[in-house]
């Protein structure tokens, strides 16, 4: 027997085999049951979900902020560490006339 | 009381009375489980998908927008749960090549020894149909059923699936490619 042949047999058969529609005893309230479970709420899971999303924002947050108040601190630090340089350099001839002076 | 229509039943399960769904489930369950018992023989995987089906078309209803009768809506939902179920079944591997049992090798050398169709043995032909289309890809599978065992058109075909007119005529070529290469090897099997 060819492929042909075979395939005209299969189809034809697999046509006349009718679709059974019976259905279990009750089966539409086993599907009114689940649907009930999917309508509930799951706040624990709502909870974790939001939880996941802040996640990475929070996380940028945290970088960008740790990276500012670091910047902004050795920035001052610069400024703290010259300033008595500057005013030594300033005061300096003041220092010296006024000990010529006494 | 008179029967409500489905349009009706719609919206109010919308509306947020869920109970109104459930004279849709009564009306078209036996369609469903008619369309998952192509794709699933197994009582148990059939009752899972169209549970399945029911629970998609509740969550789903809003994007019903009713140009369709709801039958239409909810049998495309079916047929694409189904192919769903296929392809989760292709992942685990279930499918695997095996020879025809006596049962069935008698049948068909019956049939091509006398082309008139025997419909005594229903088990028999239920199971070697089932064997052959379940040894397909899911797309084959799919497209053998709607278009030769259901005689639907390519364009009804592209609607219930969602894949596009030139997809389903691809799919159709290779689904009729994978059953002659299959057939091939069986009709080279000792038993015919």
Known sequence: ?102 | MSERSDAELIREVLKGDQASFEPLVVKYQGKVFATARRYAPNPSEAEDIVQEVFLKAFTKLGSFRGESPFEHWLMRLAVRTCFDHLRAKQRKKEYSYSELNEEQAEWLEQQARAPELNTENQEAVKSLVEKILSQLSPASRMVITLLEIEDRTIKEISEITGWSLPLVKVRAFRARAEMKKLLGRIAKDKYL
Request: no cysteine; proline share 5%; charged share 25%.
């Open chain 1, 1 to 102: 027997m060819n492929e042909q042949k075979l395939q005209q047999i299969i189809i034809k058969a697999a046509r006349q085999i009718t679709p059974d529609e019976s259905v279990p005893y009750a089966f539409e309230k086993r599907i009114m049951q689940g649907l009930r479970k999917v309508s509930e709420v799951d706040v624990l899971g709502l909870w974790s979900r939001m939880l996941w999303r802040a996640a990475f924002p929070s996380v940028m947050v945290m970088v960008l902020t740790g990276a500012w108040v670091q910047y902004s601190s050795s920035e001052q630090n610069t400024v703290e560490m010259d300033m008595p340089d500057i005013e030594y350099a300033v005061l300096v001839p003041v220092d010296l006339s006024s000990e010529e002076n006494w």
